[in-house]
């Protein structure tokens, strides 16, 4: 079985924002499958499904994205999942908006999902998709600074950046139909452009 989870917040007050960039190309995703997120296990929402062969576990952790790695950690161990066969999908700051990366594993970048993940699992071995949402663009004020990107993260896409955010979480639904048929070098080599 392959768990292939989207970070974000829980609750429609979050649903739009950069932050659940990672829930919304899990609904796209789960949509096309039509895999519904019918159960609630290890604070997570969580559908099953078939795709291409590959038996599927698509989740939503409830635990807001600072601690996806209780949910995650959980649904590992109850499925024993390898840690080849999870998929994470995530925003991230240092992607251009609507860019797509996809890596065999690595550090949390400083997202702090990725960090609370990485510590649960006891490994930085696991695939994952980076959707770019970019950094804010702030005069007066240092981009890198925890406020202002606190407030960045939490906002919503306008509307001309919802133009390159729709077709990046499509192009992220094919990278994860890549990624189950033909594995994440395959997935790599095709989608990072």
Not at 79 to 84: A, D, K, R, V, W
Not at 95 to 113: A, D, E, T, V, W
Request: hydrophobic share 40%.
């Amino acid at each position: 079985m392959k768990l292939i989870v989207g970070l974000g917040n829980p609750g429609r007050a979050y649903a739009h924002n950069r932050h659940n960039i990672g829930f919304r190309c899990l609904n796209y995703f789960a949509r096309l499958h039509s895999i519904r997120f019918e159960r609630r296990q290890c604070q997570a929402r969580v559908g099953f499904g078939e795709v291409g062969g590959s038996k599927l576990l698509l989740a939503k952790p409830r635990t807001f994205v600072n601690l996806s790695g209780k949910a995650v950690g959980c649904l590992v161990n109850k499925y024993g999942i390898s840690l080849n066969n999870l998929l994470v999908i995530y925003d991230e700051l240092d992607l251009p908006l609507g860019k797509i990366r996809l890596r065999r594993s690595g550090g949390s970048g400083g997202h702090n999902g990725m960090k609370s993940i990485i510590s649960a699992l006891g490994s930085e071995d696991f695939p994952r998709i980076r959707v770019g949402i970019g950094r804010p663009q702030v005069e007066g004020l240092s981009n890198t600074d925890e406020d202002v990107i606190v407030k960045y993260v939490l906002s919503g896409f306008t509307p001309q950046e919802e133009e390159l955010i729709k077709p990046a979480i499509a192009t992220v639904a094919e990278a994860v139909d890549c990624f189950l048929a033909q594995g994440i070098e395959v997935a790599m080599n095709r989608f990072n452009w």
